[in-house]
């Protein structure tokens, strides 16, 4: 029997959860030059504007930083690049058909290794507007003032 390789996360994108209806997540490989990895075990990389595209039938995520690792000298590349997804050209496809007749966005949510690779948790999401953000910031309020008079009342 087999051991499931351990997860480690690296970077996650909180502001998604802000701005976002969460409707569906996948997982997806990540196509990194050997100067990114080290970069990322230092855990190094920021996902907060990241983004995804498809052109040319490939999965692109646009705007993920991964800072450049200090001892990489000429073999660091540029922190912003665009960097290549690995899915199945079938997933990339139906993603596809839905970010552009539904109006979906797909954002990665976080960015984690999983055994000795790098994952990408991309969330097929929706926009919220200003209503809906203010109204899950009253909820999480209300919840956090439910759990302090709780906390006190055992006391």
Known sequence: MQ???ATKTIAQNKKAYHDYFVEESFEA???LEGTEVKSLRQGRANLKDAW???VNG???MNGCHISQYDFG???NCDPL???RLL???REILRLYGLVKQQGYALIPLSLYFKGSRVKVQLGLCKG???YDKRADMAEKAAKRDMERALKERNR
């Open 3 to 5: 051991a499931k390789p």
């Open 29 to 31: 490989g990540l196509e």
């Open 52 to 54: 995804c595209s498809v």
């Open 58 to 60: 490939e999965m692109l």
């Open 73 to 75: 000298n000429r073999f």
């Open 81 to 83: 690049r665009v960097r």
């Open 87 to 89: 899915l199945h050209k």
């Open 128 to 130: 919220k507007k200003l």
